[in-house]
């Protein structure tokens, strides 16, 4: 099954600056997750982001190679998340990052995961559940490459892509986007919402 999501749009643009809610709220609600179905939004608006936070809940049935988020273009400006069994790999335009679970990976389990990625400092944190699970500063390889201006247009959610991963088994729901760096206490806030 394949969804064609047109834009929730809750960012306000004022010059350069975003407003402090989410760019994106894909579904409205967690009650309203997707099952084994991929998702690809069209018809979004256009604007540069610095700094990229995603949130969202999944809850995966088998756990070989999952590519949750994927982007779509062979070029080196997206976003993408891949979880397997016992870690996963964040991808950020140039460079992908493994990290390790801060508990046993549990089938048929919901999960939130969290990716905070601030260009001041080059800092890539991915939280799991609200718990930091993996940080570093200063990944240099991050540094004068820019994100794709119609990103979210090139995002799908539950595609499988590449050999090493298959299309998503299970739920997913609640996927937040943000054009900025959130904060712990904002990461914590979502992974308590429902």
Sequence with gaps: MRHIFKYIFFASLTGSTISLLPVLIYPAKRTESTETSFT??????????????????????????????????????????????????????????????????????????????????????????????????????????????DLLEHVSVGKGGGSFSQQLNGEFSQLMVWGRAIGKEEVVAASHSS
């Excluded at 700094?51 to 809940?57: A, E, I, K, T, V």
Aim: proline share 3%; charged share 25%.
């Design 40 to 149: 690809k939004f069209k018809s979004l608006p256009t604007f540069k982001m610095q700094d990229l936070s995603f949130c969202f809940w999944v809850k995966v049935n088998h756990l070989v190679g999952a590519k949750v988020i994927n982007y779509e273009l062979n070029d080196t400006k997206g976003f993408g998340i891949t979880l397997q069994e016992k870690y996963g790999f964040v991808n950020l335009k140039v460079v992908d990052l493994l990290f390790d679970y801060n508990t046993p990976h549990i089938p048929d389990k919901w999960r939130h995961y969290c990716v905070v990625y601030d260009s001041a400092v080059e800092g890539v944190t991915v939280y799991i559940d609200g718990k930091v699970t993996f940080e570093k500063i200063g990944v240099t390889a991050l540094a004068g490459s820019e994100f794709h201006d």
